[in-house]
């Protein structure tokens, strides 16, 4: 059934659903339209709250504090800083060493697409989790935005936390991320405009977002942990992806996925109308392991329900 309702993105009229979609983080069970095109298989809310920042109460999980404070012994800086040089391709044997026992601590990095001194913006910081942990890694060079915070938590020469809408920022950046915090942007075209603005010329961009048209998706729908309604208003494809980079001025260099089992475990909780919450006690171990090896699977493959986006100025 054709709802006369256009696509945002690829501006699509035709054979696009409406489903209908409550509120289950905070359980206020709220309800909400979101179109699914027919043509890039994007999900997007069909009216954006004019309230929307009801929905990011204090209390909200990316405003919560990190459990590790600011201060590092200089021993433990070092190994970690270590560890991060060899998986960034960079001789040093303490972290060759290291790297038998410990994994990448930020799986989503990549050689040779940032330094230790390079100007890094991370937009949608929340209370900075990201960036700090990559501060107690050796970076120096830190900016985090949020428009929702109450206030600027860090402002110094090497890291700044700041209360800031993207459109307020100006100056350039080596590196921007967005570790999920692209999908609950409005006009998603204007904000990669605004974000190549802010890039340098050999800049990088990563967007970490959740992926529409996913297994979990096709199974879940509107019980689908990732569609969040409101506040995931625009649920993106490689599609509308490669479209929205190739309107501003960006290239997609690549593509990975990397959902893991809280696709299947909280899908199942709001399909049995249970309330949000990190305790997964109702699944034996048997079933948080088989979550976790069909997550690896789908991401093999491509249909995994997140990913990572990486981006270059063209």
């Not at 190549?196 to 879940?220: D, F, Q, S, T």
Request: hydrophobic fraction near 40%; glycine fraction near 6%; charge should be positive.
């Amino acid at each position: 059934m054709d709802h006369g309702i256009a696509c945002k993105i690829c501006g699509n009229v035709r054979n696009n659903k409406i489903h209908w979609a409550k509120e289950r983080l905070l359980n206020l069970r709220h309800e909400f339209q979101y179109l699914e095109c027919a043509s890039c298989y994007s999900l997007q809310i069909v009216a954006t709250p004019a309230n929307l920042s009801n929905y990011y109460p204090s209390e909200y999980y990316s405003f919560q504090n990190p459990k590790f404070g600011l201060g590092l012994n200089p021993i433990v800086y070092f190994l970690k800083k270590s560890l991060l040089r060899h998986y960034l391709h960079k001789f040093d044997p303490t972290g060759a060493f290291l790297s038998l026992f410990l994994p990448h601590p930020f799986h989503w990095m990549k050689p040779g697409m940032i330094d230790f001194d390079s100007s890094i913006l991370d937009v949608g910081c929340g209370s900075g989790r990201v960036i700090l942990s990559m501060q107690r890694s050796g970076f120096t060079n830190l900016t985090g935005i949020d428009p929702f915070l109450k206030e600027d938590l860090q402002n110094t020469k090497y890291l700044k936390i700041l209360k800031r809408d993207l459109f307020e920022m100006s100056g350039k950046f080596d590196f921007v991320m967005l570790h999920h915090s692209f999908e609950h942007m409005d006009q998603p075209e204007k904000v990669l405009n605004k974000i190549r603005e802010l890039m340098n010329p050999n800049g990088k961009l990563l967007i970490r977002i959740p992926v529409a048209n996913a297994y979990a998706w096709r199974k879940y729908h509107t019980h689908w942990i990732q569609l969040d309604a409101p506040r995931h208003l625009f649920l993106h494809t490689s599609l509308t992806m490669n479209l929205l980079a190739g309107k501003t001025g960006l290239n997609l260099d690549q593509i990975e996925y990397d959902s893991t089992f809280v696709q299947f475990a909280s899908s199942e909780k709001y399909f049995r109308d249970l309330p949000f919450s990190d305790d997964f006690s109702m699944f034996t171990g048997k079933q948080m392991r088989d979550f976790s090896k069909e997550a690896e699977r789908l991401n093999k493959i491509g249909d995994g329900d997140s990913a990572c986006f990486y981006l270059s100025v063209k």
